[in-house]
């Protein structure tokens, strides 16, 4: 999850495991609860200065059962509870680090110049420009201490590179997840999203395809420049075959960049940097054979390159 916005207020007894937040103050009021809960894995800041959260007073049976494996703004977590003090009797964030949120993202963010509020003026009008965030899906910046900082949970944690996952929603490397809607492709039986400038060349173009070398695919999508093109095939196999068929597609150990990733719903991806350019292999088994999406682009290898690819694949449903 990414969040992002002026301040929140959640329920009680909650885990907040994975996440991005990011407030222009301190956020996440109505502590009491979410204390009780787990807090692992986070990317916590504010953009202001002082603590990430103001908070009543609380008891013992109040206490989390684990805080550890997060990033803060500030270090001084918890404004009002003597945070400090209960993080040494409870052993909580020993593994935390605390971060500056303009640098540890690979895109830069832009916070807020104004203090937002609320007034009935406002009902029906478009909210002013300076309260707004311009950021892009907060993908940890090669080199940051986000990088290989958190903890694996089970049956939670995703697919990750490195030795550790990294702190938040995204791992650096393998883009982020598809926000936004997913289009049923009658021809590919598919459903994806399809990134900003990307177009679909199989209904619109279909002359083109022969020109890009990519015949035989259900569906072909390009970028505006078709410096990246993605083929949607599937491949007819039966019963245990289609593992067979599976495993190969992602058994080339040559020019790999990652280990085989295991994504959503068995959707296997593994990144190549072949000689014509970077090659995302994807392949999922299905009830008549294996989806297989080639996603090949000729830019440099880059967090930036990446992202669209991974952006595509991982929007895959069927
Ligand atoms: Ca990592």
Redesign the pocket.
């Known amino acids: 999850m990414v969040g992002i916005g002026r301040s929140g207020r959640l329920g009680r007894c909650m885990d907040a495991a994975g996440n991005t937040i990011l407030n222009r103050n301190p956020g996440l009021e109505g502590l009491r609860g979410f204390v009780r809960g787990w807090i692992v894995d986070n990317v916590w800041l504010r953009t202001t200065p002082g603590a990430l959260t103001g908070s009543g007073a609380f008891g013992e049976a109040d206490i989390g059962s684990r805080i550890d494996y997060n990033a803060y703004s500030n270090g001084e977590v918890f404004a009002g509870i003597g945070y400090k003090g209960l993080a040494e009797k409870h052993g909580w964030d020993k593994h935390s680090v605390v971060v500056d949120w303009q640098t540890v993202f690979a895109e830069p963010v832009k916070a807020p110049a104004s203090q937002p509020y609320y007034s009935e003026k406002l009902q029906g009008q478009e909210l002013p420009k300076d309260w707004r965030f311009e950021h892009s899906l907060l993908v940890p910046k090669a080199g940051s201490k986000l990088?290989?900082a958190g903890t694996v949970l089970p049956n939670l944690t995703g697919p990750?590179?490195?030795k550790?996952?990294?702190l938040g929603a995204n791992?650096?490397g393998l883009g982020t997840a598809w926000y936004g809607p997913r289009y049923w492709d009658t021809l590919a039986d598919v459903a994806y999203g399809i990134p900003e400038g990307w177009r679909s060349m199989t209904k619109d173009d279909p002359g083109k395809q022969a020109i890009i070398g990519m015949t035989g695919a259900q569906a072909i999508l390009a970028n505006g420049s078709k410096t990246i093109t993605a083929m949607i095939l599937l491949e007819k196999a039966q019963g245990e075959g289609r593992w067979e068929k599976l495993q190969q597609l992602v058994a080339e150990e040559a020019h790999a960049v990652t280990p085989v990733l295991e994504f959503q719903d068995g959707l296997l991806m593994r990144l190549y940097n072949r000689p014509k350019g970077l090659t995302l292999e994807v392949a999922r088994i299905e009830p008549e054979g294996v989806l297989h999406v080639l996603i090949q682009n000729r830019q440099r290898d880059s967090e930036v390159s990446r992202t669209q690819m991974f952006q595509f694949a991982r929007s895959l449903y069927r």
């Open positions: 990088l290989d990750y590179l490195g550790a996952p990294d791992e650096a």
